[in-house]
């Protein structure tokens, strides 16, 4: 008999969650930032519950149940939720100019950087892998570019994260897809240089990799690398 209830708890958010899906950690570092408490449901992706295609039908984390019962999908849409739900909490700007960069910069790096990461890491061809690899570092140094544009704007104030001293949205939306490099450097062989091209991002990622923000929802590194194995294992030689 297929369910016809699924778990989730009364008057409160309900995210439902994987810890390493790179996605759901957008939503759980949203709601940690913003301070607003939730429940986790998390949903064992190997082997996912009768129930959840209730909450989602396209069977993917994150999902939210908001304390009214209106379910929301997709990790932005989530994000974006969060954000608006509880302006106090200052994740989004309130200047339009400011929101379109902050727009922009999150567009930047997921057309320019999340892609490739997967695509260097799962192309079964080695020189797929190799040009996905030169495509991804390009894109890095657009983020780079990016992030030094932003920190010479005043809203920037010279970093190290996009709103100077705040750990914020740009993060709470990017940062779990710079965790996944630690499976390139360990799969592929692949590292952002330390020159001057890449500066502006190497500054960021070692700002936010000892912020909790990051570190407490960043899956372990080798956890990481365990479970990013049978993607990286198709390599033809
Ligand atoms: N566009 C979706 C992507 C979410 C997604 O792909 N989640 C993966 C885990 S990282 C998932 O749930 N996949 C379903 C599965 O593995 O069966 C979002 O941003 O929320």
Same mark, same amino acid.
């Given at each position: 008999m297929s369910a016809t209830t699924y778990p989730f708890k009364e008057n409160a958010y309900t995210l439902y969650s994987y810890p390493l899906c790179p996605f759901a950690q957008r939503a759980v570092r949203a709601f940690n930032i913003a301070k607003v408490p939730y429940v986790i449901e998390e949903i064992d992706l190997k082997n996912k519950p009768d129930w959840y295609h209730l909450v989602n039908p396209q069977l993917k984390v994150p999902a939210l149940r908001t304390p009214d019962g209106t379910i929301l999908i997709e990790s932005l849409v989530i994000s974006e939720f969060v954000a608006d739900q509880f302006p106090e909490a200052?994740?989004?700007?309130?200047? /339009?100019?400011?929101? !379109?960069?902050?727009?922009? +910069?999150? %567009?930047?790096? @997921?057309?320019?950087?999340?892609?490739?990461?997967?695509?260097?890491?799962?192309? /079964?061809?080695?020189?797929?892998?190799?040009? !996905? !690899? %030169?495509?991804?570092?390009? @894109?890095?140094? /657009?983020?780079?570019? %990016?992030?030094?544009?932003?920190? /010479?704007?005043?809203?920037?104030?010279?970093?190290?994260?996009?709103?100077?001293?705040?750990?914020?949205? !740009?993060? =709470? =939306?990017?940062?779990? +897809?710079?965790?996944?490099?630690?499976?390139?450097?360990?799969?592929? @062989?692949?590292?952002?240089?330390e020159t001057e091209e890449y500066a502006a991002f190497n500054k960021w990622k070692a700002a936010f990799s000892q912020h909790p923000g990051f570190t407490d929802v960043k899956p372990e590194d080798d956890v990481l690398i365990e479970a990013y194995k049978k993607y990286a294992a198709e390599t033809k030689h």
């Open positions: 200052g994740l989004l700007p309130t200047d /339009a100019t400011e929101r !379109a960069q902050l727009r922009l +910069f999150i %567009e930047l790096f @997921g057309t320019r950087v999340t892609p490739f990461i997967y695509k260097t890491l799962t192309s /079964a061809e080695v020189e797929d892998q190799k040009k !996905a !690899a %030169e495509t991804l570092l390009e @894109g890095i140094k /657009a983020v780079s570019d %990016e992030l030094e544009k932003q920190w /010479a704007r005043s809203s920037g104030k010279g970093g190290p994260y996009w709103y100077g001293e705040k750990f914020g949205y !740009a993060e =709470i =939306i990017t940062t779990s +897809f710079v965790g996944l490099l630690v499976t390139l450097r360990h799969f592929r @062989g692949v590292e952002v240089p």
